[in-house]
């Protein structure tokens, strides 16, 4: 079928350029293992004529007829072609009115017959007039079919085996040959305004671009990847091999769920054609295996999700149930009071020195039971207060209190900020981190409950820190695009960050720190303001910032989603997204230069953004009119 493998089989196509029998070809190629064929639906060498006559009211079918496969067939088994004849943006007259005739013939044809998807290539960077009529064809009728783009990973004048060895050469600069095809097909979706029905169906040629160049393409919505038999090696029994650098393309494929396409002949003729298709599904068998996070976050990859607000909503169970499994935090917490305590008992004080702990925002008693754990594990003594806010989940701390706590625990049903302390604490425990680190308010709710810690106390955790990087990823942008609401005003969504797991993008540059906030500490304004400015390196677009957060429990105890220092098997925070309105065209040259804003009235928090490098955006969710977190 031409739809994405939801099993962990790879889902292959067969590229055909020319098909005499439809019915036994379709026969002889699912025989071999493929689960759909790629064909032309005229023949590629009838050149129809729509201007001229008499060749214009030629009589007789122009193709085939739709009655030699089932509408099934055609609906699950066929992506068809595009004409290899068909220059819609030819400078000729005739030439240039004959294509459009002949593109919106073969569009028409296609969705008469319901294909599940119809291959365009794209030659050049010259298709504003392929763009215009694909984007009237999808703006008028009812049909379904998505439109894979062709476009080579490199062109196929900067592949030449022909080519002199040290013999002048006109090409400056190779970065820009490597960047060239992705510059065609990110002028023909810009064209076509992002539409989410134009995918792309990458070519890997025999050479392959940098990594950076690869990795900006893997931010791309593929759909589809074409593997020409010419790029396979032979290894010594004779199979078809692909070179490390294809091996790698292709792993990273596997992650996208794109599907496969071979076209060419068999260059390995003492063996079957099936050989190439067992060699793909040998490399998806040996794929790493995903780890923690991948596993936890399987179906959760690019999907929107509107940000906690559990200052302002009490949490549902189920939500406490799935944060509550993450294997690290709360090992991490542990390892941070077992700490803590070491540092402020010492051993000939253990039986008389009773630390005071409060946990602040207990929920349903992780962090209780992560005290209790380290308070035996040092072997000290303690005297826990559980503050929870919400009263749902006090019931389930009443429970432990009653069935494993005893006395050594009082559960305290208020709000940390109203509360009065029946005396002050030597720690404070709280998980109230977002995100983007303050985005759930910790901030705000700390300064609120400092005033019943020592003056020697501790805050675990001690400190947090947001990052901010850029990227690009035209998938999330359509997202965001398709959030609208008939209330709500059509751009303020992309005024609204949401919290996603990254899939589908590319990180145009690594991430910054942003917003620090240190408890306890003697600056209760938690309004921030940062500039920073990213080098980005290579021809891309600038779609939003991706936001992660570190944070410092107790001295080396630390937790983070920022890549680089990623918590290994941590799966509690996903990061957040924050959009622009309109994609920025970036060249390699340009920097990047965003302003961001924390702001509070006393009612509501609120986060404003902008971008003033290499060119001005507006300024995002101003005042807070789209998206607030309510104090």
């Known amino acids: 079928m031409a739809s994405a493998s939801t099993g962990s089989r790879v889902s292959c196509g067969r590229d055909i350029s020319c098909v005499p029998e439809v019915a036994d070809t379709l026969a002889a190629v699912a025989k071999l293992g493929f689960d759909f064929l790629c064909m032309p639906l005229f023949h590629p060498r009838f050149r129809r004529e729509f201007e001229l006559d008499p060749a214009k009211t030629r009589p007789g079918a122009q193709t085939r007829s739709d009655l030699l496969l089932c509408g099934r067939d055609w609906n699950t088994l066929i992506v068809g072609k595009l004409s290899p004849w068909i220059e819609t943006d030819s400078e000729l007259t005739t030439e240039r009115r004959n294509s459009e005739a002949a593109l919106v013939q073969e569009l028409n044809f296609c969705a008469y017959l319901g294909l599940p998807a119809f291959m365009i290539p794209l030659r050049g960077s010259q298709c504003a007039n392929l763009a215009r009529v694909l984007l009237n064809h999808i703006h008028t009728g009812h049909h379904s079919s998505m439109f894979w783009i062709r476009v080579p990973l490199l062109a196929p004048e900067d592949t030449r085996e022909d080519l002199i060895e040290n013999e002048p050469s006109n090409q400056i600069d190779d970065s820009n040959n490597e960047e060239k095809t992705w510059g065609w097909w990110h002028s023909f979706r810009t064209l076509c305004d992002y539409n989410k029905r134009i995918c792309l169906a990458i070519e890997i040629g025999a050479d392959v671009p940098s990594d950076t160049v690869i990795d900006k393409w893997l931010g791309e919505p593929i759909k589809a990847a074409i593997l020409p038999t010419s790029i396979f090696l032979t290894n010594k029994k004779g199979f078809p091999v692909l070179s490390k650098a294809h091996q790698r393309i ?163 049903s208020c709000d940390m900020r109203d509360w009065t302390a029946p005396e002050k604490a030597d720690i404070i425990v709280s998980e109230l981190l977002g995100s983007f680190g303050d985005n759930e308010l910790s901030p705000e709710c700390l300064d609120g409950a400092q005033h019943f810690l020592k003056d020697d106390g501790v805050s675990i955790p001690c400190s947090y820190t947001s990052f901010l990087a850029p990227l690009s990823s035209s998938k999330l942008y359509n997202e965001v695009r398709s959030c609208r609401e008939r209330d709500k005003d059509p751009e303020c969504h992309f005024e609204t960050p949401y919290v996603v797991r990254l899939h589908n993008f590319h990180q145009l540059a690594d991430p910054k720190p942003c917003f620090t906030f240190v408890h306890p500490t003697s600056d209760m304004n938690n309004n921030r303001y940062q500039c920073l400015r990213f080098t980005v390196g290579c021809n891309s677009v600038l779609h939003g910032f991706a936001g992660y957060f570190e944070t410092t429990l107790y001295k080396d105890v630390m937790l983070s989603i920022r890549p680089e220092t990623h918590s290994p098997g941590m799966f509690s925070w996903f990061p957040i997204l924050f959009p622009l309105k309109q994609p920025i065209p970036l060249s390699g040259s340009d920097d990047v230069s965003v302003r961001f804003w924390r702001c509070n009235n006393g009612k509501k928090v609120w986060y404003e953004w902008a971008v003033t490098e290499p060119i001005c955006s507006a300024i995002h969710n101003p005042a807070g009119r789209s998206y607030t977190i309510g104090l």
């Not at 799935?322 to 070491?342: G, R």
């Not at 962090?367 to 040092?378: C, E, F, G, H």
């Not at 005297?383 to 005893?406: C, D, H, M, Q, S």
């Open 250 to 412: 292709i792993f990273r494929l596997f992650k996208l769920e794109a599907q496969f396409i071979f076209t060419g002949t068999n260059r390995h003729n003492e063996k079957d054609f099936r050989s190439y298709l067992q060699y793909l599904e040998y490399l998806n068998q040996n794929r790493p295996a995903p780890n923690a996070y991948e596993l936890f976050a399987k179906g959760y990859e690019d999907y929107l999700q509107s940000p906690l607000q559990p200052l302002m909503d009490n949490l549902e169970s189920q939500t406490y149930e799935v944060f509550e499994k993450d294997p690290i935090k709360y090992s991490q917490y542990q390892q941070a009071v077992y700490k803590c305590l070491l540092d402020r008992v010492p051993e000939e004080q253990k039986e008389t020195n009773v630390q005071v702990l409060m946990v602040l925002g207990a929920g349903r008693g992780p962090l209780v039971n992560s005290s209790l754990r380290a308070a035996k594990q040092a072997d000290r003594k303690l005297r826990v207060y559980a503050v929870e806010k919400n009263p749902n989940a006090v019931i389930t701390l009443e429970n432990w209190k009653f069935e494993e706590w005893g006395d050594q625990v009082t559960v305290v």
